[in-house]
């Protein structure tokens, strides 16, 4: 049996997320190639969003898709009385996910995704990228089945 580290597309590595005032840290693991989503999310702000957006109360937050937790980490270390419901689907990136989310309150993580009906589906995981898994094969690339 495969340990679970090898059924990731790069090795696992930790990384130390610090929220913007320096006053807290989580550390999370993920797969080593995937790194640059911690600066798309973190540094670039890809999920930025604006105060006069915002209810003036806690936020409710469903991260579709949610992979190893980056946006709901970001979330969470934004808006901390935020209530987070994460759905991941694939088993092993939801290890992960549910990992990470650990060491934060108010996060819920479910091991299934989300559609407009019930159904069993095939979920193709790409080879080099977690964030590409995808219910939608794509024959051009090289896919695993979960």
Known sequence: MQ??????PSPLINVL??????DRSIKI?????????VRDVFSRQEYKIYSKYLPSE?????DVG??????ALYMKLNWKDSE??????ALHTFKLLEANMTQLSG?????????????TVNLFLHPHNTGQNSIKHRPEISLRNQ
Not at 3 to 8: F, H, P, T, V
Not at 66 to 71: I, K, Q
Not at 107 to 119: D, E, M, W
């Open 3 to 8: 340990k679970l580290e090898e059924l990731y």
């Open 58 to 62: 806690g936020l409710t937050i469903v």
């Open 17 to 22: 997320i610090k929220d913007d005032s320096g």
């Open 84 to 89: 987070i419901y994460c759905f991941e689907p």
């Open 66 to 71: 949610a992979n190893v937790g980056l946006f």
């Open 107 to 119: 996060i819920k993580c479910f091991a299934y995704g989300l559609a407009n009906q019930s159904a």
């Open 29 to 37: 693991k993920l797969p080593e190639k995937e790194l640059f989503r």
